[in-house]
């Protein structure tokens, strides 16, 4: 079975950085295959923070424009999220989340998630 784990999570000072790394089990990251960072901050619903299609193109949430930067490398199954200039908003539970579209159906992958803290 397929899994997908994230790394790099932390505890920073605002206005510091950090970097996701989410690795795929098997190579399933190709072009039929989006990912996406997902958050949840505690008492909140989960939102989509990054997403990154099979063919490179990305979006944003607005609230991290311009700080966070997604990026794939296919051959490793590795999709990555830079954080910088982080806020004490960005505090959360931190999801990697790859959408793989077959011929007739897809399949979804999320990983476990990984705990990013900002203090002020």
């Not at 089990?25 to 990912?35: G, K, M, T």
Request: proline letters at 2%; hydrophobic letters at 40%.
């Amino acid at each position: 079975q397929v899994q997908v784990v994230e790394s790099g999570g932390g505890s920073v000072q605002a206005g510091g950085s950090l970097r996701l790394a989410c690795v795929a089990s098997e190579n399933i990251l190709s072009i039929n295959a989006a990912a996406a960072w997902y958050r949840q901050a505690p008492g909140k619903q989960r939102e989509l923070v990054a997403a990154i299609a099979g063919g490179g193109g990305t979006k944003y949430a607005d609230s991290v424009k311009g700080r966070f930067t997604i990026s794939r490398d296919n051959a490793k199954n590795t999709v990555l999220l830079e954080m910088n200039s982080l806020e004490p908003e960005d505090t959360a539970v931190y999801y990697c989340n790859v959408v793989v579209v077959r011929r007739w159906y897809r399949d979804e992958y999320w990983g476990q998630g990984t705990q990013v803290t900002v203090s002020s």
